[in-house]
């Protein structure tokens, strides 16, 4: 579990998540991203296998998440894209309307995010809605009962454009993490599934590129020496990225975002190194069990999984990026994703080398290691932003 757990609390910014100050016993910190995540009930009871087996009754939950736990308990802080409402409402709205409505079972679902030591989550995505707005309200409930933090969605527009905050002390140093999530806009889960929270109306956090600049402006100005991640839902399902995810990603940038961490692609994306910050464009899946289209849309079965780092150095604080492999074909697995092999792993390295704007830049900046977390792509952050005026006590 994390070595100190957070706090909500409500502040006159609309700044809805803060926390406590860490011990100053700490020298650092290791905050782990993970892509889409969802232990699939609306898949796996509909699906039974040749053996008969029943893949969450018969082999219970732990079995889904159990190749990926060191990577989750050598982490103080994880924060997970929740791919699903957990409700136990029986009829969507959307039955007639959505391909896929997501549901996730109100007490094991929670409960086992909780013993795995994912206990912040964006619901910032297309599908905590599927259940409408009575859906949502019971998925806060459920993660609130079990003390499991949520951004990026919220019974009001303040409540969903609210980040997670968090402060650590680092010897004496102080590191305020914000991280802020939104979904891409879409004209149909705006107009034909009003999923977007606005005034008084719940909905997640809609992030038409003006919204997503002026939340990250915004943030930047209150908090000028954090370090701010932006963590959008976006892309095409099993591609590589698009030009609208280049053209909002850089701005994100260029509106004061520290770092960009993306999924909802289902499969790990491009990175790109922009006026000396990082764009992952997409993390992929962490633990999303579907059976998958990898094969059918003929796309890489490659994950990623993003800690942050951040340590105390003589002069300030030091922050590192390391980027995790992971396997995340069901079909192959057998619904068990898993850390990469060493083969796998070169094949990672490669194909974000041949999709890289700039492969020669990245092969400069990018170095490869390995940790009793698994075996990873390690890139350097700027942390100008962090040691300026940092507060020391």
Same mark, same amino acid.
């Given at each position: !579990?994390?070595?100190?757990?957070?706090?909500?609390?409500?502040?006159?910014?609309?700044?809805?998540?803060?926390?406590?100050?860490?011990?100053?016993?700490?020298?650092?910190?290791?905050?782990? #991203?993970?892509?889409?995540?969802?232990? *699939?009930?609306?898949?796996?009871?509909?699906?039974?296998? !040749?053996?008969?087996?029943?893949?969450?009754?018969?082999? *219970? &939950?732990?079995?889904?998440?159990?190749k990926l736990t060191p990577l989750l308990?050598?982490?103080?802080?994880?924060?997970?894209?929740?791919?699903?409402?957990?409700?136990?409402?029986?009829?969507? @709205?959307?039955?007639?309307?959505?391909?896929?409505?997501?549901?996730?079972?109100?007490?094991?679902?929670?409960? !086992?995010?909780?013993?795995?030591?994912?206990?912040?989550?964006?619901?910032?995505?297309?599908?905590?809605?599927?259940?409408?707005?009575? $859906?949502?309200?019971?998925?806060?409930?459920?993660?609130?009962?079990?003390?499991?933090?949520?951004?990026?969605?919220?019974?009001?527009?303040?409540?969903?454009?609210? @980040?997670?905050?968090?402060?650590?002390?680092?010897? $004496?140093?102080?590191?305020?993490?914000?991280?802020?999530?939104?979904?891409?806009?879409?004209?149909?889960?705006?107009?034909?599934?009003?999923?977007?929270?606005?005034?008084?109306?719940?909905?997640?956090?809609?992030?038409?590129?003006?919204?997503?600049?002026?939340?990250?402006?915004?943030?930047?100005?209150?908090?000028?020496?954090?370090?701010?991640?932006?963590? @959008?839902?976006?892309?095409?399902?099993?591609?590589?990225?698009?030009?609208?995810?280049?053209?909002?990603?850089?701005?994100?940038?260029?509106?004061?975002?520290?770092?960009?961490?993306?999924?909802?692609?289902?499969?790990?994306?491009?990175?790109?190194? &922009?006026?000396?910050?990082?764009?992952?464009?997409?993390?992929?899946? #962490?633990?999303?069990?579907?059976?998958?289209?990898?094969?059918?849309?003929?796309?890489?079965?490659?994950?990623?999984?993003?800690?942050?780092?951040?340590?105390?150095?003589?002069?300030?604080?030091?922050?590192?990026?390391?980027?995790?492999?992971?396997?995340?074909?069901?079909?192959?697995?057998?619904?068990?994703?898993?850390?990469?092999?060493?083969?796998?792993?070169?094949?990672?390295?490669?194909?974000?080398?041949?999709?890289?704007?700039? @492969?020669?830049?990245?092969?400069?900046?990018m170095h490869t290691g390995k940790d009793?977390?698994?075996?990873?792509?390690?890139?350097?952050?700027?942390?100008?932003?962090?040691?300026?005026? #940092?507060?020391?006590?």
């Amino acid at each position: !579990m994390p070595r100190n757990q957070t706090n909500k609390s409500h502040s006159n910014d609309a700044i809805l998540y803060s926390s406590q100050i860490k011990g100053k016993q700490d020298s650092s910190v290791r905050i782990l #991203f993970i892509g889409d995540t969802s232990f *699939g009930e609306n898949y796996q009871y509909r699906i039974k296998k !040749m053996d008969g087996i029943r893949l969450l009754k018969d082999r *219970g &939950y732990g079995y889904c998440i159990e190749k990926l736990t060191p990577l989750l308990t050598h982490a103080d802080l994880v924060i997970a894209n929740l791919e699903t409402p957990l409700t136990n409402i029986k009829i969507s @709205p959307y039955k007639k309307m959505k391909r896929f409505i997501h549901w996730g079972d109100i007490v094991k679902t929670p409960l !086992m995010l909780s013993k795995h030591n994912i206990t912040v989550v964006s619901l910032a995505n297309n599908h905590t809605l599927d259940f409408g707005i009575d $859906g949502l309200r019971q998925t806060l409930t459920e993660l609130e009962k079990f003390q499991i933090e949520s951004f990026g969605a919220g019974l009001t527009e303040a409540e969903a454009t609210a @980040p997670y905050q968090r402060d650590y002390v680092l010897d $004496g140093k102080r590191f305020r993490l914000v991280v802020a999530a939104g979904f891409k806009y879409s004209k149909t889960y705006d107009q034909q599934y009003d999923f977007y929270a606005q005034a008084n109306q719940g909905g997640v956090n809609n992030w038409i590129a003006h919204n997503a600049l002026n939340q990250i402006r915004s943030l930047r100005e209150k908090n000028p020496t954090a370090f701010i991640i932006a963590f @959008p839902h976006w892309g095409s399902n099993y591609c590589w990225k698009t030009k609208r995810q280049s053209n909002l990603g850089r701005a994100l940038i260029g509106a004061g975002a520290d770092l960009v961490i993306g999924h909802g692609a289902h499969m790990m994306q491009e990175i790109e190194l &922009y006026r000396q910050k990082w764009i992952v464009y997409g993390l992929g899946n #962490f633990m999303f069990m579907s059976p998958g289209r990898y094969a059918e849309k003929k796309a890489e079965p490659y994950s990623l999984a993003a800690r942050l780092d951040v340590s105390s150095k003589k002069k300030g604080l030091a922050v590192s990026l390391r980027l995790y492999p992971l396997f995340s074909d069901n079909r192959k697995t057998d619904y068990q994703p898993r850390r990469v092999t060493e083969a796998e792993f070169a094949r990672v390295r490669k194909l974000l080398m041949d999709h890289s704007p700039h @492969p020669e830049l990245l092969k400069k900046k990018m170095h490869t290691g390995k940790d009793e977390a698994g075996r990873f792509l390690l890139l350097p952050l700027e942390s100008a932003s962090v040691n300026k005026g #940092f507060e020391a006590d």
